[in-house]
């Protein structure tokens, strides 16, 4: 089945330790995506990648950091400078970057106690 | 800045009743209007989407009014079920619909009850 899986689905961390969370999908999109969903406020872009080797900062992008190394893979690094790094992380792709659906993952929520 | 506003927070329903969820936005270059379903512990997923040259669409039970002029978009669910119960999302952008582009509104939690 074609998707996007999100690894891992929990997880706690301590304060100033960086995390990397993993993105993988199989659905030969050219597009991803990273938004992070608080309770209340809707989802915000983070980092978003149209092709391999290149990506944009989204509205959120201070404290993160990504790669795009292969079309199917677009992981989110959470570094020691994200003031508030507690939240949920949804991973998406699209076909295209400038028009169609997003497909979400169904989402990392990190905890840094 | 908030450029997609969404309400209600929270909307509770009768099974068979019917749920509105509005939002109102503010950018008149807004040319793709896509709205979200997402269950608890899962990603969002497209429910419904209308580009501004046409004033409704209706997939099935759920339809999108749009109102140019008032610059304004509604999502209602007919018949709503117990099953609708989750958290939905309208959002806006430009360019002819770049994802990238995609403002979200806060999200209506709707519970339908039986």
């Known amino acids: 089945d074609g998707g996007i899986t999100q690894s891992p689905k929990y997880l706690f961390r301590k304060e100033g330790q960086n995390v990397t969370l993993s993105c993988e999908q199989n659905l030969n999109h050219d597009a991803m995506y990273w938004y992070r969903q608080d309770p209340g406020q809707g989802l915000r872009l983070i980092y978003y990648s149209q092709i391999v080797n290149d990506f944009q900062k989204g509205d959120i992008a201070e404290g993160y950091s990504v790669s795009r190394e292969k079309k199917e893979s677009f992981p989110l690094t959470v570094t020691s400078a994200q003031k508030n790094p507690t939240a949920f992380y949804l991973c998406a792709s699209s076909l295209l970057a400038n028009t169609g659906e997003l497909f979400f993952g169904e989402g990392s929520r990190l905890t840094v106690l | 800045q908030q450029q997609v506003k969404q309400s209600p927070q929270s909307l509770i329903v009768q099974k068979g009743g019917i749920s509105i969820i509005n939002c109102a936005y503010e950018n008149t270059a807004f040319d793709y209007f896509p709205w979200y379903q997402q269950f608890p512990g899962k990603g969002p997923a497209l429910l419904i989407a209308?580009?501004?040259?046409?004033s409704e669409k209706k997939e099935g039970r759920f339809t999108i009014s749009f109102n140019k002029s008032a610059k304004q978009f509604s999502l209602h669910i007919m018949d709503s079920q117990p099953g609708d119960s989750a958290t939905y999302f309208c959002?806006?952008?430009?360019?002819?619909?770049?994802?990238?582009?995609?403002?979200f509104g806060k999200g209506t939690l709707l519970t339908v009850n039986p």
């Open positions: 209308i580009r501004p040259d046409v």
């Open positions: 959002a806006a952008s430009t360019s002819g619909g770049s994802n990238y582009k995609l403002t």
